[in-house]
């Protein structure tokens, strides 16, 4: 059974249907390219790019069976490696990517680059009325815990939040959906569809879990 978070996001992609070539950032870790198979599964869809840092186990076990995806380990917030993938897509797909990335723009330009129509996005913001300024985004690893930014519950296990023990692999931005909106904006894409909802975040806490549709602007 699929969690709300998982069939919220595949109705994003339901939402920009038809197309008939894909491109996926970052969506191996935990889901096994999901959503990429999925794309070829529930709608056909005949080319898929997918580009991770790594290939999961499971995924080099079922990639037999979907010759129309193609997976790239990669890295797409470096210039040159973006400049080898010369095709653009249909669309693009980035969940929960974009807040872990130190350059979040300069790889949001990069991504949005090899993409000709529709970009599907989602992942944890920090709700406006929570903070003072709405076209906001917070380094979290150097924020203290009594301003909430966790978006986990209180974990002595959680190491990536504490300022003396920060992993740059894990590096991760509290972003508004305003700040999102106006990164998109700014490249030349129109939010034409968005929504937020809890998901799997803590109810005590001030995050939503955030998803929009953007279309490039002629």
Same mark, same amino acid.
């Given at each position: 059974?699929?969690?709300?978070?998982? =069939?919220?996001?595949? $109705?994003?992609? $339901?939402?920009?249907?038809? %197309?008939?070539?894909? %491109?996926?950032?970052? !969506?191996?870790? !935990? %889901?096994d390219n999901l959503y990429?198979?999925?794309?070829?599964?529930?709608? !056909?869809? /005949? /080319?898929?790019?997918?580009? $991770?840092?790594?290939?999961?186990?499971?995924?080099?076990?079922?990639?037999?069976?979907?010759?129309?995806?193609?997976?790239? /380990?990669?890295d797409f917030r470096n210039? $040159?490696?973006?400049k080898k993938i010369t095709k653009k897509y249909d669309l693009g797909i980035c969940y929960d990517i974009l807040l872990?990335?130190?350059?979040?723009?300069?790889?949001?330009?990069?991504?949005?680059?090899? =993409?000709?129509?529709?970009?599907?996005?989602?992942?944890?913001?920090?709700?406006?009325?929570? %903070?003072?300024?709405?076209?906001?985004?917070?380094f979290l690893p150097g924020s203290q815990e009594k301003f909430q930014l966790r978006p986990y519950l209180l974990n002595k296990d959680i190491k990536i939040f504490d300022i003396n023990r920060v992993d740059p692999s894990h590096w991760i931005w509290a972003m508004t959906p305003t700040l999102i909106k106006n990164m998109l904006k700014s490249l030349r894409w129109k939010i =034409?569809?968005?929504?937020?909802?809890?998901?799997?975040?803590? /109810?005590i806490s001030i995050w939503k879990m955030y998803r929009c549709i953007a279309k490039k602007e002629k």
């Open positions: 059974m699929q969690s709300e978070t998982v =069939i919220k996001k595949l $109705d994003l992609l $339901d939402r920009c249907m038809p %197309v008939k070539t894909v %491109v996926e950032y970052g !969506g191996m870790w !935990g %889901v990429a198979t999925e794309c070829v599964k529930r709608w !056909g869809v /005949k /080319k898929v790019l997918s580009i $991770d840092f790594y290939e999961s186990d499971n995924w080099k076990v079922q990639k037999r069976h979907y010759p129309q995806i193609t997976f790239i /380990k990669g210039k $040159d490696f973006m872990h990335q130190p350059e979040c723009y300069e790889t949001l330009e990069l991504m949005l680059s090899k =993409i000709k129509t529709y970009f599907c996005f989602a992942q944890p913001v920090i709700e406006e009325k929570r %903070v003072s300024f709405k076209n906001t985004m917070v =034409i569809y968005e929504d937020a909802w809890q998901g799997w975040l803590p /109810k």
